[in-house]
């Protein structure tokens, strides 16, 4: 294995919870990601080489970057612990901007490092090794932005077997625009700003909307889509966190979006929409409405929901 060559690997933004599944729902876009480039070096353990794309924020120590943490438990799932590995980071996806850019790095390090060693992991091995990435240093992880980076497509997974990734159909044709204005919100901070508890009859309607959601995905029933698409948990009580919320979504909405809502615990938003076209149109129209609430420049893109999560890319000569 001394002759083996680095691997890099890509993992795609993603968005959690898609309005009325918090916490089980998510979906992966084509573009963009984070990469990680993986090569073997010849002491034991896990050395981070660099992070780009960061500003310089993000810790270099392995057993405190999600990447780092990530590729350490690839070598114990991998039973190789006395194996080294170099991972090089590059962020194309913002620090706490709701679009899974911690679930991104971590998925893109195991992908590339059973690569590297040639292991073969299942798919269900790598998900514990990223899900792991992200509980060390976060404290928490959540597979509804690690399961969708991994797999692509619209997954559910459910919380007493986060392991267990379950594939929903995705109607042809089905963008999403998303928007990331330039602001941070911290998961954790976001997550202990929700009620510990909800009232059965909002609960009803949630539950409600999750099953009209699956149905409306396999029978590609546009109209169900959009009337499931209501957040009764999250949106009331995130949503005062982002300047403009409202004006977005209604700009989104008139633009002919199926629905518009917080992408993860936000601060970007995103919009379903029938078309890559239709997406277009509607992530310019909820620019425009950041900007009216003073907030310019925010990024926009597009991207019909990816068929294929993480993989490998060509490691530049």
Not at 165 to 193: F, K, Y
Not at 223 to 238: G, N, Q
Request: glycine share 12%.
């Amino acid at each position: 294995m001394s002759d083996t060559q680095p691997t890099r690997a890509f993992a795609p933004a993603t968005v959690g919870n898609i309005i009325c599944g918090f916490d089980i729902f998510g979906l992966a876009l084509g573009e963009p990601g984070d990469e990680v480039e993986a090569r073997l070096r010849s002491e034991p353990g896990v050395v981070i080489s660099a992070v780009h794309g960061d500003g310089g924020r993000l810790p270099t120590e392995a057993a405190r970057n999600v990447a780092g943490v990530a590729t350490i438990a690839v070598l114990a799932e991998s039973d190789m612990q006395d194996v080294g590995i170099e991972i090089e980071v590059w962020k194309g996806l913002p620090i706490s901007g709701g679009m899974g850019g911690s679930a991104a790095s971590a998925v893109a390090a195991v992908v590339a490092a059973d690569a590297l060693l040639q292991t073969e992991l299942s798919s269900e091995a790598l998900l514990r090794c990223a899900s792991e990435g992200e509980r060390g240093p976060k404290g928490d992880t959540h597979p509804d932005n690690i399961a969708p980076a991994l797999h692509g497509g619209i997954v559910m997974v459910r919380p007493d077997e986060p392991g267990v990734v379950i594939p929903l159909p995705v109607p042809a044709g089905l963008s999403v625009a998303l928007v990331h204005p330039d602001l941070e919100l911290e998961t954790n901070e976001m997550r202990g700003i929700l009620p510990r508890e909800l009232p059965l009859t909002q609960a009803i309607r949630q539950w409600a909307d999750c099953s009209a959601l699956v149905v409306g995905l396999y029978e590609a029933d546009w109209d169900l889509i959009r009337r499931s698409l209501v957040d009764r948990v999250a949106e009331p009580h995130r949503s005062r966190f982002i300047p403009g919320f409202e004006a977005v979504k209604t700009a989104g909405l008139e633009a002919g979006a199926l629905g518009v809502g917080l992408s993860g615990s936000g601060p970007s938003m995103f919009a379903l929409c029938r078309t890559a076209t239709e997406a277009r149109t509607v992530a310019s129209a909820m620019a425009e409405a950041f900007a009216e609430a003073g907030i310019e420049g925010a990024d926009t893109h597009v991207s019909e929901v990816a068929n294929t999560g993480a993989h490998m890319v060509e490691t530049p000569a």
